[in-house]
């Protein structure tokens, strides 16, 4: 499904160059659930900007099934991101002047698809993370266990082949978090979906089927 080959990303700063991947290399199947894992600053969040097309390697190969990522357009990677890839990020990263439904239709909307088939995939999305009565409600009137599942509903809205979670459980409480991780558990036991998950969180570990650790940058082999 996701294959890193060789993956190496270094930030320059002026004149200091960040190493953030040495080297990477790994695949992900078409429906594991993979958790990335490894202390602060070694590249989880880096790592997942790869797989999600947001940001290109300095060498190495990405490849999403047939495509190779690191070599397509920015326009066509913005469309890849809008279609095949869902992304969940720690922040939520909801559109505060926009309601729960119109964040949920956004991708749709910018996608061009028609009306009718974005009411009918919003409205499934919603009532996938259990927020059907809040579809009216502006984000500042949803709990952040509520607004993470809105933003994992955005994810799921246009059907994507993967799913990008990035400490989607680190601003929540356990019981928030906890309701987060089971509907990710759900979309891949239930839909097969492909899951990758950077955590701090053992919680969320235990949900995985696969535990991939990274330090420096580079992967720890087990
Ligand atoms: N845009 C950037 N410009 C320069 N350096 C960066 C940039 N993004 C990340 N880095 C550096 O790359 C390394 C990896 O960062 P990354 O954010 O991927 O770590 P992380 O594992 O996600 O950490 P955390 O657990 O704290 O989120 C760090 O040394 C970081 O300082
Ligand atoms: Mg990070």
Redesign the pocket.
């Known amino acids: 499904m996701i294959r890193l080959q060789q993956v190496s990303k270094i930030?320059s700063?002026g004149h200091v160059e960040?190493p953030?991947l040495d080297r990477v290399t790994l695949a992900v199947e078409p429906g594991e659930f993979v958790a990335l894992v490894?202390p602060?600053?070694?590249?989880?969040?880096?790592?997942l900007n790869l797989m999600a097309g947001i940001d290109r390697p300095t060498s190495g190969e990405v490849w999403l099934e047939r495509e190779r990522l690191d070599c397509l357009s920015d326009e066509r990677l913005a469309r890849l991101r809008r279609t095949q890839i869902g992304i969940v990020y720690q922040f939520f990263n909801l559109l505060p002047t926009l309601t729960a439904k119109e964040n949920v239709a956004l991708p749709l909307l910018l996608d061009g698809r028609r009306r009718g088939e974005v009411e009918q995939r919003v409205e499934r999305g919603l009532q996938r993370v259990g927020l059907t009565r809040r579809a009216e409600h502006w984000p500042h009137e949803l709990s952040g266990g509520e607004q993470q599942r809105v933003a994992i509903a955005r994810a799921i809205v246009a059907g994507p082949r993967v799913v990008l979670a990035d400490?989607p459980t680190g601003n929540l409480d356990s019981v928030a978090g906890g309701a987060v991780l089971d509907l990710l558990e759900e979309l891949h036991r239930e839909q097969g979906q492909t899951i990758v998950l950077?955590t701090?969180s053992p919680e969320a570990v235990k949900r995985a089927g696969r535990v991939v650790h990274?330090r420096d940058?580079r992967l720890e082999e087990f």
């Open positions: 930030y700063l960040v953030a490894g602060s600053g070694c590249g989880k969040s880096t790592l400490e950077a701090h990274l940058g």
